[in-house]
């Protein structure tokens, strides 16, 4: 069983910031592109970003552009989503995925291993 490990969610003010981890065993991390999905409540689940293994390519949906960044950190196999002047509609639970390639990412059909997710709740 993979486990994919989110933490760093909590409440913030809209305008505020949030820095997600995403910590993934090495096997996984070394091998696979890693990405961002988030649900938030009443809506079917949605990509948030993604990155290549080796960290060069990110994909950024557009509604997140400019104000999200992914990035990792291979030596510490750990993902993370900087999350900066956050909304309230960035509400939702954020989940960690590891998939084949950026590419695959872009959709939940591309995810190969979930984490369970954290809660990012941002108010007015």
């Known amino acids: 069983q993979v486990q994919l490990v989110e933490s760093g969610g909590g409440l913030v003010q809209a305008g505020g910031s949030l820095r997600l981890s995403c910590a993934a065993p090495g096997r996984i991390f070394s091998s696979y592109a890693m990405g961002w999905f988030r649900q938030a409540p009443g809506k079917e689940r949605e990509f948030v970003a993604a990155?290549?293994?080796?960290?060069?390519?990110?994909q950024h949906a557009d509604s997140v552009k400019g104000r999200f960044t992914i990035s990792r950190d291979n030596a510490k196999n750990t993902l993370y989503l900087g999350m900066n002047s956050l909304k309230p509609e960035d509400t939702a639970v954020y989940y960690c995925?590891?998939?084949?390639?950026?590419?695959?990412?872009?959709?939940?059909?591309?995810?190969?291993?979930w984490g369970k997710g954290t809660l990012v709740t941002v108010s007015s």
């Open positions: 995925a590891a998939g084949a390639s950026t590419g695959r990412l872009s959709s939940q059909s591309g995810v190969d291993y």
């Open positions: 990155i290549a293994w080796r960290g060069g390519r990110t």
